[in-house]
Each structure stands twice: as C-alpha cells, then as structure tokens.
C-alpha cells in the first residue's frame, strides 16, 4: 500500500517534470520586478508579516509560484488558465495542509441511501440555478479547513430557497463549532478546521433538530480576528488528530448554540446520495436543487478561469468539498459550474467550471443532498 503509494506519487512527479522539460521558455524573474511585485501583492491582500526574515521567506515563495504559474500557464493555458491570487505566498504543502483537507478515498454508502433519480430525455444543453436566485453570495473560509461546512449549509440553503421561496445565509460556523459526528467503521469524521464530510453533517442537522441563521452566529474561524472555539462535542482524536491546543469557552458550540435562533420550520429529516453517473447528476441536481460535492483540489491554488481539467488529478483522494450550482458547454466542452468558499477574488468570481462526464478528480464520486422535512 505505502509502495504503491510511493510509485504513484513518482509517476506524477514524472508526468509533470517530463510535460515541464517541454516547455519553450525560459522563467525567471529579476530582484527589482519581484520585489515591486510582491509590495503590490501584499498591498492588495492585506497581508503583513511578524518579521523581515519571513517576508523574505515569503518572497522567495512567491517567486516560485509566479514561475510556477506561468510553466503552468504554457502547459495548459488552451484549456485553463492559472494566476496569482490570494494563496501566492503558500508553498503547495502549506496550502494542502491548512485550505484542504486530508485527502481521503470517497466515503460509500449503503444502497437504500441512493436517491432514485428520473433520467428526462431532453436534457437542457446548460443549467445554472443561480439564474433561479436559489445560491447565495460567495463566502470565503479562510485560513482553515472548513469547506465542507460550507458545502453542507450551501445545500441546505439551496433546499430552504425551494421549499420556502426565501433565500438565507444559515450558520457555517454552527457546524464548525458543533459538528462533532464520525462514522466509526469507515473512519470518516468531523473535524472543525481541520476537515470533515457533508453527509455527516447531514445526520448533525438531523440530530441537533435546527440551523441558525449566519446573522445569529457567524462565521469567524480562520479570518482576520479568528475567534477560537474549542472542538465540537464528539471530537474524535484518533480520527481527526490532537484537538486544538488553545481555544475559549466562550467562542464554543456550548456556550454559542442557541436553538431558539434556529429558522423556524427548516428541519433536516433525511439525506440522500447521488450515483456516480454524471448525466443522472445532471438530472438530479435540475429536480433537487444545488448539491454537495468533494473533488482532489490539490491542482486548484492558482486557478483563474477556464474548464479545469489536470493531466494528473487522481479521483481516489478527496481532499475539498464544495457545491454544484450547473452544468454548460464550452465548444464541445461539456463543464460543471462549482462554487467555491475561497472569496470572490479567486477563479470566476469565486466559482470554477470543471470538466464533466469524465469523473474528472473524483467530483461525481461523493454527491449528496440534505432532505427537508
Ligand atoms: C448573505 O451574505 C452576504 C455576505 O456574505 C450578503 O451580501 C447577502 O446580502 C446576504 N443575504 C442573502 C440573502 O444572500
Ligand atoms: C474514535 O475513532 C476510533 C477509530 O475509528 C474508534 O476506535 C473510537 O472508538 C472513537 N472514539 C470515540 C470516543 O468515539
């Protein structure tokens, strides 16, 4: 298992030193337009840094990006395009180990969990319910891995605007602080920022019987002044890894959590995943509403625009989880319409398009829904 791990992770490392060694131009960079770029870029995200010795860390990081991104750019640049953005000053490690999470092989379900989806013949050529007013704005969580809180409030704000015709932003944070739920045998788990499962926090919704609206108790792990809750009850050590070494009471699920704040009348009562097919996705997201889904994001850092498409993306290891709103075709380019939670400054104002019909990086492998009582 860990060889063949190994030998894998040697092919890709060899797919893109081989694809690279193709490349026409030579990058580089000189000290003055760096450092002018960088200033540019640190004005532009607000970004300061305890000392000089890590600005100049940073800049020696930026500086690989910026050569990485244009590689990038000549390799691929047909079909997608990738740029500086608000993750210029992560190594790509940085940003797996604090934006992603774990990666892991797609959870499975039982049979019965399976929705039966009817499969219309005339299939609309392209959907977007945005276009429906059924999405909210894009939110953006920050320095942490939370994403799969937003995917999972995304739905259900998604299945709220259909069932009740009003569109809310519920509470990210809720499920951060409160979300404890694991499913022992399959050794999924939430884990707050450090990663977690929509269907899981399904059954949390089920269970804690009600959601809050954002206004009532907002988001606030991971950004500027981050709050600090401890983990949610539950919290699995051995699946999530040690608990957070420092937090307060008083930024926690047991002191914040107010059920009488919850929306009147949303209740979560069921959940249901979606088959791997992708035209039964289609049709399941037309008749449903937005749906959760998990993708390998790892090639995602640097994405600007375009059908995201890697050479090397391996569907097997989830590492992000996010919401599907559509689908459409560029050229003969069938794509999905995703929305993100990194800001509205990244991608397509905070979506990307992705290829579709292909499994491409596992984003038909883990499709779910909440269902409203
Ligand atoms: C939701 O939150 C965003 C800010 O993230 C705000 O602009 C928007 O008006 C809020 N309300 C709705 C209904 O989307
Ligand atoms: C945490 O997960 C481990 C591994 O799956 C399991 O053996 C253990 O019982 C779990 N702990 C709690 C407190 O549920």
């Given at each position: 298992?860990q ?7 040697a092919?890709a ?5 081989s ?15 760096l ?19 890590e ?7 930026f ?8 590689k990038m ?6 079909d997608?395009?990738f740029?500086?953005n608000?993750?210029?000053d ?19 379900h ?9 499969n219309?013949e005339d299939?609309?050529?392209?959907f977007?319910?945005?276009e ?6 894009v939110?953006d969580?920050?320095?942490?891995g939370?994403?799969?809180a937003?995917?999972?409030v995304q ?12 569109l809310t ?10 979300d404890?739920?694991?499913?022992i045998?399959s ?8 990663g977690?499962w ?15 609206p954002e206004t ?26 040690p608990p957070?070494?420092?937090?307060y ?26 088959n791997?097919d992708?035209?039964?996705i ?9 749906l ?19 050479i ?15 689908w459409?075709e560029?050229?003969s380019?069938p794509y999905?319409?995703?929305?993100n ?6 991608g ?8 579709r ?15 409203l009582?």
């Amino acid at each position: 298992m860990q060889n063949s791990l190994i030998f894998r992770t040697a092919i890709a490392v060899c797919i893109i030193v081989s694809s690279f060694a193709t490349l026409t131009k030579h990058y580089d960079i000189s000290d003055d337009r760096l450092e002018s770029l960088f200033k540019n870029w640190l004005d532009q995200h607000d970004r300061d840094y305890n000392s000089f010795a890590e600005y100049q860390q940073r800049m020696i990081v930026f500086k690989e990006n910026y050569i990485q991104i244009q590689k990038m750019n000549e390799v691929f640049g047909h079909d997608m395009k990738f740029e500086l953005n608000k993750f210029s000053d992560l190594t790509e490690d940085e940003f797996r180990n604090t934006i992603l999470m774990r990666p892991q092989a797609p959870p499975i379900h039982s049979p019965s969990r399976f929705m039966k989806v009817e499969n219309v013949e005339d299939l609309p050529a392209s959907f977007d319910w945005r276009e429906h007013n059924a999405v909210t704005p894009v939110k953006d969580q920050g320095s942490v891995g939370t994403c799969w809180a937003f995917s999972t409030v995304q739905n259900v704000e998604g299945q709220w605007f259909l069932k009740s015709k009003t569109l809310t932003n519920l509470s990210v944070e809720q499920i951060v602080d409160c979300d404890g739920m694991q499913k022992i045998d399959s050794a999924q788990a939430d884990c707050g920022v450090y990663g977690g499962w929509p269907f899981l926090s399904f059954q949390y919704l089920i269970k804690q019987g009600g959601i809050e609206p954002e206004t009532a108790y907002p988001y606030c792990a991971g950004i500027k002044t981050p709050c600090e809750p401890c983990n949610a009850p539950g919290y699995n050590k051995t699946l999530c890894g040690p608990p957070i070494p420092f937090c307060y009471i008083k930024d926690s699920c047991e002191s914040k959590l107010d059920s009488t704040k919850f929306v009147s009348n949303l209740k979560v009562v069921d959940w249901k995943a979606i088959n791997e097919d992708e035209t039964t996705i289609a049709n399941a997201l037309m008749s449903t509403g937005p749906l959760s889904v998990a993708l390998n994001a790892e090639m995602l850092q640097f994405y600007h625009k375009g059908v995201f498409n890697p050479i090397f993306c391996n569907p097997k290891n989830l590492d992000h989880a996010v919401l599907l709103v559509g689908w459409g075709e560029e050229g003969s380019k069938p794509y999905w319409i995703v929305k993100n939670s990194w800001g509205t400054s990244w991608g397509e104002q905070g979506y990307f398009r992705i290829l579709r019909g292909k499994g491409t990086c596992g984003i038909n492998t883990q499709v779910t829904t909440a269902i409203l009582g």
